[in-house]
């Protein structure tokens, strides 16, 4: 049996695959402590809401006709007339249903997205996507047909108090030219929970217009929904930008909804590409963020239960980090937003790689740091000291994977001593 170039590329080893492995395994084995996954946290007052709103979609029978039946290319038309309506209103956005796609989840749209744009074209010259701050979300790395279709802008790096530190965009690095295809940023940024400041982001907008290449913004964590954002961030939205939510951190992740909002032209493209890959998006995930809005739940949800959850369980982690993890053994990222924590064991005498193994061996599922900076060229020591932390388990269990974690960091430093 032998594998089209295609083939090859999307059955070799992949980061993403591996975390999705790790996660499932870790989420049905009672031991495991799981502090490496994306799944959002089990918010008890969000579990009782979308057990009563399922019941009651049920009764109605709006349950049943979205498990039944087909929606279009683009997706259920209700939810796209009720988003671009919550968009308009919430936002001041001048967008209707035209303006918006969904996808079966957000790595669906990436694909579709980043192969739109990049990748070799008709005159045979490939065009990349620049992501502009690394480190970035590691189910990028491998979206492309292409190989070698993402570079990636190593940060500034700005010191913090209390042993947090920020990642910024380089501007004097950055360098955008006739072989980009695409800019994007996450924002908040997953891995680190970094959110890059609206000035960062005008400058990359204008930059993008200027080159006349799309802005891709993944807004998995963001305003206006589901909020899982702590510092001042103003959303945007042109027609030259590309704006990617979901419904999975609202607590909807096997819904596999994305939400693609763009212009006319893009929105037709992603409709074409959904027909032919998948003929339809789900419609049970839309159904059920159809009546989120109508019912007026997405916002104050988001707002009043969603943000508030992971604001105190962030702060609680971190508290818990520090008992444990002085700054002269792990710096943190300030954690702006997403759900999770980064950390930099700047000293540290092995690789986090090395490090991820032997948590692993010990029940504790966290991420290595190095999947996190696709496309950058220049070889870094920083990517290989760093690890992503989810702090979305119960309190208990976090404790006990920050102890073991702080016990292989200082046995570590035990055997570069010894």
């Not at 042993?163 to 940024?189: A, E, M, W």
């Not at 702590?230 to 959303?235: C, D, I, K, N, V």
């Not at 019912?295 to 369980?313: A, E, T, W």
């Not at 690789?351 to 060229?377: A, N, S, W």
Request: charged share 20%; net charge neutral.
């Amino acid at each position: 049996m032998t594998f089209s170039q295609f083939g090859k590329k999307f059955t070799r080893h992949s980061g993403i695959s591996q975390l999705m492995d790790d996660m499932n395994d870790g989420l049905r084995s009672p031991d495991a402590i799981m502090l490496g996954g994306g799944n959002p946290a089990a918010i008890p007052a969000m579990d009782s809401y979308f057990q009563s709103l399922c019941q009651s979609m049920l009764e109605q029978g709006s349950l049943c006709e979205a498990l039944c039946n087909y929606d279009g290319p683009l997706g259920k038309d209700a939810l796209l007339n009720a988003l671009a309506d919550l968009l308009r209103q919430e936002l001041g956005w001048p967008i209707s249903a035209k303006n918006i796609a969904l996808t079966n989840g957000s790595q669906s749209a990436f694909f579709y997205l980043f192969n739109l744009f990049a990748g070799r074209g008709a005159d045979g010259r490939l065009r990349r996507v620049l992501f502009p701050l690394a480190p970035e979300y590691l189910g990028y790395a491998d979206a492309g047909l292409e190989e070698n279709m993402f570079v990636s802008t190593q940060p500034t790096i700005a010191h913090l108090p209390e042993g947090q530190f920020k990642y910024h965009v380089d501007f004097d690095r950055l360098t955008v030219d006739d072989n980009i295809g695409l800019i994007c940023v996450s924002r908040p940024t997953n891995p680190t929970g970094n959110v890059i400041t609206d000035q960062e982001l005008q400058r990359l907008d204008t930059l993008a217009r200027q080159h006349q290449v799309p802005l891709l913004i993944d807004n998995a964590y963001g305003l206006p929904f589901p909020g899982i954002i702590f510092s001042p961030a103003t959303p945007l939205w042109n027609p030259n930008i590309i704006l990617c939510m979901s419904l999975s951190k609202l607590g909807l992740p096997g819904a596999r909804c994305g939400i693609v909002i763009a212009n006319e032209d893009v929105i037709a493209a992603v409709g074409n590409m959904n027909g032919i890959i998948s003929l339809a998006p789900g419609g049970i995930g839309p159904a059920l963020a159809t009546e989120m809005i109508r019912r007026g739940d997405m916002m104050r949800l988001s707002h009043n239960v969603i943000r508030p959850f992971y604001q105190q369980r962030v702060a609680q982690t971190i508290a818990t980090l520090r008992r444990y993890l002085p700054p002269e053994r792990c710096l943190i990222h300030k954690p702006e937003g997403a759900i999770f924590l980064w950390l930099w064991f700047q000293n540290l005498p092995i690789t986090t790689e090395t490090l991820y193994q032997r948590l692993k061996q010990r029940g504790v599922l966290m991420v290595p740091g190095h999947y996190f900076f696709p496309g950058l060229e220049a070889d870094w020591p920083h990517t290989q000291q760093c690890m992503r932390m989810n702090y979305v388990p119960d309190a208990d269990k976090i404790e006990r994977g920050i102890a073991i974690l702080a016990q292989e960091v200082e046995r570590a430093h035990r055997e570069r001593i010894g």
